[in-house]
Structure formats: structure tokens, C-alpha cells
């Protein structure tokens, strides 16, 4: 079954997290036992935002809810400040009802990736699948730390980070130096994420506009992972007014 990507344009960023909450919230609804694939970045920090508002002013229940994040950092462990495992405990989890044990991130320092990888996978499995996979955009197109030229079918490993990645995640955000980012990262592949029932990618800010028209516009090519959600059967791309500026359909 092949689909096209939706594509809902805001206002702001705010409007971005709004919208992106409220889809989530209606699926946690209607769905206490959802399975839920989230991503970690600036792009979803206010989305994370509402949803423990929501949990707090009108008590949204994360109880039975399970949920897998897309990467981690190679060589950072979960107290690391860094860590994605860290950033899902700090922004989300701890602000929610949410089980700790069933929060699924990789494990950064697992003495043997290979494994680590693959009990991911079983793990997803055995959830039933991911009803629904929040994710973001690298300004080179990645999904996850999915970099251009990662194939279609790729399965949760061990990857190399790009250059333009290190230099987007050093900026003074996340961390300090260039030196200072891993160069690796425990990835979910290209192939895990499709498998998800439903898919919600979200941009913000001119930084990310040229990939958002390559991942929509341009023809599904591995050069640009997120264009190969094109053939998903159900996937929504929620991008405000900066971040569709170079589509030419907006
Ligand atoms: C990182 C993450 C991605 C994320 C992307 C964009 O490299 N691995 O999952 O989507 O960067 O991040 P940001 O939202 O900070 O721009």
C-alpha cells in the first residue's frame, strides 16, 4: 500500500507542538495501551511540554502506554546530560505517569551493540508494533540518525554520524564542541520506523525548510532519508510557515 505525505503548515512552532499533542493525546485516548515511537531534538520540546500539561491539568494517563525513541548516542550512558535517555527522563517521563519500564531507549553503552540493536527490535515486536512514530527532520534529511545514503529496508544498528549532524548537534544547544558529540549512534533503520502504523514528522524554523522540500517534492531517494516516507500508507508531516518556505505547493 503506497500513500502520500500530508502536510499541515501552522503558525508557529507553538501551533506545531498543539497540533502534534493533541494527535498524540487523541491516540492515548482512545488507545490507553498505545505503543509510541518519540524522537528527542529541539523540534519536539514543546510537544513534550503539552503533553505533561495535559497529563497534569487534565489527566492524561501514560499508565499502559509503552514507548520507543528512534537513537542514542554511542558511548553515553543514560546519566550522561547528553544522553537521549536523559533528555526523554528530564523533558517527558519523569513529568508524566509513564512506567519507567516501559520506556524502551537504546542503550548507549551495551557491551554489544549488535544485541542491543536486535532486542529493540523483538522488544517493538512484541509490543505489537508502534501504533504511532513521532519523529523530526535533519536539516541533511535524516530520520533518526538515519543518514543520506541509508537503505530503504534498514533495520535498527549501529551507525556513523555525518558531519553536518556533529556540527547541528555542537551549536550551543545540545552540545558545546564538535569534539565533544559521538561519533556513533544505535540507530532504529529506515525499514523499523515504515513499519509503524502511523508516522508524525514535525519541523520547525528556516534551518530545516530545504529538507522538508526534498523529503516532499523531491523524488524518493535514499539521498534524503525522510523522502522515503513518500510510500507510508499513513504519514503527516505538521511544519510551520520557516519550515515549508522553500516548498513550492505551500
Ligand atoms: C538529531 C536526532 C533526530 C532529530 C534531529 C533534528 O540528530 N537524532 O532524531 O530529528 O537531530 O533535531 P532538532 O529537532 O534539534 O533540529
Known amino acids: 500500500m503506497s500513500g502520500t505525505i500530508k502536510l499541515e503548515v501552522c503558525e508557529s512552532s507553538a501551533d506545531v507542538a498543539l497540533k502534534a499533542s493533541e494527535i498524540i493525546?487523541?491516540?492515548?485516548?482512545?488507545?490507553?495501551?498505545?505503543?509510541?515511537?518519540?524522537?528527542?531534538?529541539?523540534?519536539?520540546?514543546?510537544?513534550?511540554?503539552?503533553?505533561?500539561?495535559?497529563?497534569?491539568?487534565?489527566?492524561?494517563?501514560?499508565?499502559?502506554?509503552?514507548?520507543?525513541?528512534?537513537?542514542?548516542?554511542?558511548?553515553?550512558d543514560g546519566d550522561h546530560n547528553q544522553s537521549y535517555r536523559y533528555f526523554m527522563d528530564d523533558r517527558l517521563f519523569r513529568k508524566i505517569d509513564i512506567r519507567p519500564w516501559n520506556t524502551h531507549v537504546l542503550n548507549g553503552?551495551?557491551?554489544?551493540?549488535?544485541?542491543?540493536?536486535?532486542?529493540?527490535?523483538?522488544?517493538?515486536?512484541?509490543?505489537?508494533?508502534?501504533?504511532?512514530?513521532?519523529?523530526?527532520?535533519?536539516?541533511?534529511?535524516?530520520?533518526a540518525f538515519n543518514e543520506?545514503?541509508?537503505?530503504?529496508?534498514?533495520?535498527?544498528?549501529?551507525?556513523?554520524?555525518?558531519?553536518?549532524?556533529?556540527?547541528a548537534n555542537s551549536d550551543g544547544r545540545f552540545f558545546k564542541d564538535a569534539a565533544s558529540v559521538p561519533r556513533f549512534a544505535l540507530s532504529a533503520g529506515i525499514g523499523t520506523i515504515r513499519e509503524a502504523r502511523r508516522l508524525l514528522l514535525l519541523a520547525t524554523g528556516s534551518g530545516?525548510?530545504?529538507?522538508?522540500?526534498?523529503?516532499?517534492?523531491?523524488?524518493?531517494?535514499?539521498?534524503?532519508?525522510?523522502?522515503?516516507?513518500q510510500s507510508h500508507p499513513d504519514c503527516t508531516f505538521i511544519v510551520d510557515r520557516e519550515a515549508a518556505s522553500r516548498l513550492e505547493s505551500a
Open 109 to 143: 553503552t551495551a557491551a554489544n551493540p549488535d544485541l542491543e540493536c536486535r532486542a529493540f527490535e523483538t522488544k517493538i515486536l512484541a509490543a505489537g508494533g508502534i501504533d504511532l512514530w513521532l519523529l523530526g527532520i535533519g536539516t541533511n534529511g535524516h530520520i
Open 208 to 229: 530545516k525548510a530545504d529538507a522538508i522540500a526534498q523529503a516532499l517534492e523531491g523524488p524518493p531517494s535514499t539521498d534524503c532519508p525522510a523522502s522515503l516516507l
Open 148 to 167: 543520506p545514503g541509508s537503505p530503504v529496508d534498514s533495520r535498527t544498528r549501529l551507525v556513523n554520524l555525518a558531519p553536518s549532524t556533529i556540527a
Open 25 to 76: 493525546a487523541s491516540l492515548i485516548r482512545a488507545t490507553p495501551d498505545a505503543a509510541i515511537g518519540l524522537a528527542t531534538g529541539s523540534t519536539p520540546e514543546q510537544t513534550y511540554a503539552r503533553l505533561a500539561d495535559l497529563h497534569r491539568g487534565e489527566g492524561l494517563r501514560f499508565a499502559r502506554v509503552t514507548s520507543f525513541n528512534l537513537d542514542e548516542y554511542w558511548g553515553l
